[in-house]
């Protein structure tokens, strides 16, 4: 059965950086896209960055593109999201996700209502 794992997240101030790391296990991770989820309370769940299993193609959410960036190395089954220029709106529970299928349409991430696995999130809070 396979699982996934995400830590790095903590409380920093506005204009801080924090890097999110995803580890997999019983799953082949090369045959995974993988992508970054978010939530707030009282709002839906939304995509901020995916890449593709080769890590050639990637996606980034409008509010996200220029701060954030998305890596993963499949030597060590892990895919990390570095944030930098944080701010108080991307407080959140993040989310890692595996879908084997690949990006959705367009290259982009695909809907939360897709994906084959997802982790249980770990907190990210940005002070103001």
């Known amino acids: 059965q396979g699982q996934v794992v995400e830590s790095g997240g903590d409380l920093v101030q506005a204009g801080g950086s924090l890097t999110l790391s995803c580890t997999t296990s019983?799953?082949?991770?090369?045959?995974?896209?993988m992508g970054w989820f978010r939530q707030a309370p009282g709002k839906e769940r939304e995509a901020v960055s995916c890449?593709?299993?080769?890590?050639?193609?990637?996606y980034f959410e409008d509010s996200v593109k220029g701060r954030f960036t998305i890596s993963r190395d499949n030597a060590k089954n892990t895919v990390y999201l570095q944030m930098n220029s944080l701010k108080p709106e991307d407080t959140a529970t993040y989310v890692c996700?595996?879908?084997?299928?690949?990006?959705?349409?367009?290259?982009?991430?695909?809907?939360?209502?897709?994906?084959?696995?997802w982790g249980q999130g770990t907190q990210v809070t940005v002070s103001s």
């Open positions: 996700a595996a879908r084997s299928y690949g990006l959705g349409p367009g290259g982009m991430c695909w809907s939360k209502y897709e994906g084959d696995y």
């Open positions: 019983g799953l082949i991770f090369d045959d995974f896209a």
């Open positions: 890449i593709s299993k080769n890590g050639e193609d990637t």
